[in-house]
């Protein structure tokens, strides 16, 4: 078989599933090599909640495949009935190539690209989506670094985004930093407002606006890289 690498893998965990799936993952999968996450930052819609584990393969269709089988193992360690959860059933959200080490520098880099190419209404997207995808994980450092695990993963269920001022708090609650007292802050919640208006309600994005906004998510993610190497480094 060809050199494995890793490979994360997202999987969808069905609301029945939740409670066994956070129980369960921990007793199958070294803490280091997954996560279970909930979204629900939008009003109106239920709670979405998936799991992500980081599988070794030569292929993406062997990663999904790894992926699907550990879901399984994970749910029966977590109570599900061995007969109610099957490895062709699980949901697959996406993954991460292994040849991408930080998909968030690949997607800033592809902001700044399709902003040349005149794409200005997908920059602004996979800027957000940059953006969404350094905080999630920085701030899943962040607390982990600072509290046990029990509260680590409170404090992550209460902050997921920082577009939100309760959550903003939690934040600053833990490590003394906010993003609203920088410089970028302003143009980076009209970036969250164009990326809204360009996905739900079909508008364009003016060129210098998608520019700016792509520049604010790149100052963005520097200042959770910031805030979370000063955590590391013990600050």
């Known amino acids: 078989m060809p050199d494995s690498d890793l490979w994360r893998v997202y999987l969808a965990v069905p609301a029945e599933h939740v409670d066994a799936i956070r129980d369960g993952a ?19 819609m239920d709670a979405a909640t ?16 790894a992926a699907r089988r550990i879901y399984v193992k994970v749910a029966i360690a977590g109570g599900v009935d061995y007969r109610e959860v099957a490895a062709d059933d ?19 880099a592809e902001a700044k690209a399709l902003l040349d190419r005149g794409c200005h209404d997908w920059a602004i997207v996979r800027a957000t ?27 992550e269920r209460a902050c997921r985004d920082l577009n939100d001022k309760r959550h903003r708090d939690v934040l ?3 490590t003394g930093s906010t993003p609203t007292t920088e410089t970028w802050w302003e143009e980076y919640a009209a970036l969250i407002e ?14 210098e606006h998608a520019a ?4 604010a998510a790149e100052q ?16």
């Open 26 to 44: 921990p007793k199958v999968v070294p803490a280091d090599r997954h996560s279970v996450l909930t979204d629900d930052r939008y009003d109106g």
């Open 50 to 65: 998936e799991l992500a584990v980081d599988v070794a393969a030569a292929t993406h269709e062997e990663a999904l495949e």
């Open 90 to 108: 699980v949901g697959v959200i996406g993954f991460h190539d292994p040849g991408v080490r930080d998909p968030v520098i690949a997607l800033v």
């Open 129 to 155: 989506t940059a953006c969404e995808l350094c905080a999630k994980a920085a701030l899943r450092s962040i607390f982990h670094a600072r509290f046990d695990e029990e509260r680590a993963e409170a404090a």
């Open 172 to 174: 600053f609650a833990a």
């Open 194 to 207: 164009r990326r809204n208006a360009v996905v739900h309600e079909g508008l364009s994005v003016m060129p």
């Open 212 to 215: 700016r906004s792509v520049d």
């Open 220 to 235: 963005f993610v520097a200042w959770l890289h910031r805030l979370r190497t000063g955590l590391d480094l013990g600050d």
